[in-house]
């Protein structure tokens, strides 16, 4: 069992191994290092609004329209607009479906180019200057999750600032720049959004986690497991150990805590038994000779023949100092 | 070498272990669980009542004339007749209700108002269990009266009704609770879920990293070791 758990435990961490060295470096970025708050210094508020009495309205109910959900008056610089609302989306980021009218002339309306640049410009608190606006569609590459299309206009400035604004009125939806787009690549990175899906709900993921809640609850056990058979072990002052090898006829005497396993014991000495696991008990390298009648673990039954056994091979990580009395190495 | 890789990984582990598999299992519920259904928009439909806009007998010129003030002006179906929907810079900004087909005030939503909307809102299976007053704070940190109306399926869906507008502005259901935990755990902030940058997180996801490397460390020294035997 533990040996089937290390084994998965092993090669689960080979597989998300790097995903999750990016979640806490990207968890580390989010903790200490990201101030968000301080990304785009250059924003600044428009005032759309003005003084509605006075204006001679253009009557709703006379509009050339289909029945909306709701009617708003909203303001682009000074100047009222009816929109018209036919969906009722969660966030404004989801499709909307939208008519707007000049709230004077009741006539159709969109916002022009030379207004979008007035309006971005006065949304900017900045000294560069700014390029053509232009109307992208989605999938816009810095807001993945935008369904809408949405104005561009970009600064020449050194943090490449762009702003966003509303295909049909010009208010401002996004701003970004450098330092806002590292922090939205952490969260890509962190979200494991490589395809630009703008969420955190996608099949990969879903997959890596799953993954790593099996690699680090398996982990668990196998800390658990061992800390339990280090404390059963019995706690006395010393224990001596006769150690002999095959290739020298010297005798050695150890002397060491019980309840540490031959493979520590010897690696104190250094003398060091062969292994790929480091004497976690996976690898079945760390092969010695003990007495026929010493206990056997799972590793052991697992990784040598039931002659072996009978012979007395062991393996030196998973046999206690104090439960032998003499070995030899190979 | 291996040895120590080892002995760091337990150790480093046994200090972050738990936070690990924390971090995985609130992980895993939080990307499994659409943020969209978890934030209860599944809850009420989408689709609404029409707008007919020959309906409007009051215009916005005679509404202006009473409130010259108005502002964030619209125009809305609340229980099956057509009204606007304002705030005024002179009433502190409170939000009014003007029928408009004859131009009255409406009250506030009274308690049987909120349960009407709430139901015609919803979505799911339950009945109607209660309905509470409950006094909140908007973003500007003005009171805000709320009707809270709780429906009887398994996820204790909640509609929270602004008794000033007549508005749906929260959906709660236990899925939410739960995220919210989740969240907590996940950032190690366990009072409001507020802070990510709080130092217990800090302190472990430094030794997180080390764990992680020293682990990474090992796996690589495992699948590149070849036996290596010295006796001295
Ligand atoms: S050291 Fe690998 S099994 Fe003992």
Redesign the pocket.
């Known amino acids: 069992m533990r040996l089937v758990i290390a084994l998965w435990h092993k090669w689960l961490a080979l597989i998300v191994g790097i995903q999750l060295l990016i979640w806490l470096g990207t968890g580390l970025y989010f903790n200490s290092l990201m101030d968000s708050a301080a990304n785009i210094t250059t924003r600044q508020a428009v005032q759309h609004e003005a003084y509605l009495p006075g204006i001679d309205l253009f009557p709703l109910n006379q509009l050339q329209a289909p029945a909306p959900i709701a009617a708003k008056v909203i303001w682009v610089l000074g100047n009222p607009y009816y929109a018209l609302y036919y969906n009722q989306p969660s966030h404004n980021y989801f499709k909307q479906e939208r008519l707007l009218f000049d709230a004077r002339s009741g006539k159709s309306w969109q916002i022009t180019p030379a207004l979008v640049s007035r309006i971005a410009s006065l949304a900017y608190s900045g000294d560069a200057s700014a390029q053509q606006p232009r109307l992208l569609s989605p999938p816009i590459e810095d807001l993945p999750r935008q369904q809408n299309p949405l104005w561009q206009v970009n600064f020449n400035d050194d943090l490449h600032t762009s702003v966003y604004l509303d295909a049909l009125t010009g208010h401002v939806v996004k701003y970004t720049n450098d330092n806002q787009r590292f922090d939205d690549l952490m969260f890509t990175l962190h979200f494991m959004d490589y395809t630009g899906t703008g969420s955190f709900n996608h099949w990969l993921i879903i997959a890596f986690a799953t993954m790593t809640a099996i690699l680090s609850l398996s982990g668990g056990y196998l800390l658990l497991k061992r800390s339990v058979i280090t404390k059963s072990s019995k706690t006395g002052s010393h224990h001596t150990l006769q150690v002999s090898s095959t290739s020298s006829p010297e005798i050695m005497t150890l002397t060491t805590p019980p309840d540490t396993s031959i ?1 520590n014991a010897l690696a104190r000495q250094a003398i060091h ?15 010695l000779r003990c007495s026929p009648d010493a206990p056997v673990s799972e ?1 052991e039954r697992f ?1 040598l023949s039931s002659d072996q056994l009978k012979a007395g091979y062991r ?4 046999q206690l100092a104090g439960d032998n009395k003499t070995i030899s190495l190979l | 070498m291996i040895k120590t890789a080892r002995t760091s990984h337990k150790w480093l582990m046994r200090f972050t272990g738990l936070q690990f598999i924390l971090w995985a299992l609130t992980g895993l519920y939080m990307v499994c669980m659409d943020i969209h259904f978890i934030h209860g928009e599944s809850l009420t439909r989408a689709e609404a009542q029409t707008l007919p806009l020959s309906d409007i007998r009051f215009s916005l010129a005679e509404l202006l004339q009473v409130y010259p003030d108005a502002s964030n002006i619209e125009l809305v179906t609340l229980l099956n007749q057509p009204v606007y929907r304002f705030r005024s810079a002179s009433g502190q900004r409170r939000i009014h209700l003007i029928s408009a087909r004859s131009g009255l005030p409406q009250s506030e939503i009274t308690a049987n108002q909120a349960s009407t909307i709430a139901t015609a809102a919803y979505t799911g299976n339950g009945e109607l269990v209660s309905v509470n007053p409950l006094i909140s704070r908007d973003a500007r940190g003005q009171l805000r009266p709320l009707w809270v109306v709780t429906f009887s399926d398994a996820a204790s869906s909640t509609l929270y009704i602004e008794q000033q507008s007549g508005r749906i502005i929260r959906h709660r259901h236990n899925y939410w609770y739960l995220f919210d935990w989740m969240w907590r755990l996940h950032i190690m902030d366990y009072d409001d879920g507020e802070n990510v940058a709080n130092p217990l997180l800090l302190i472990l996801s430094v030794a997180g990293l080390f764990a992680a490397l020293s682990g990474a460390l090992l796996l690589i020294l495992r699948l590149t070791a070849h036996s290596v035997r010295s006796t001295s």
Do not use: D
Request: glycine share 28%; aromatic share 4%.
């Open positions: 493979f038994l062969p292994s790929e696991c480091g004497g976690g008990g996976t690898c079945g390298k760390c092969i590793a990784h393996l030196g990580c998973q």
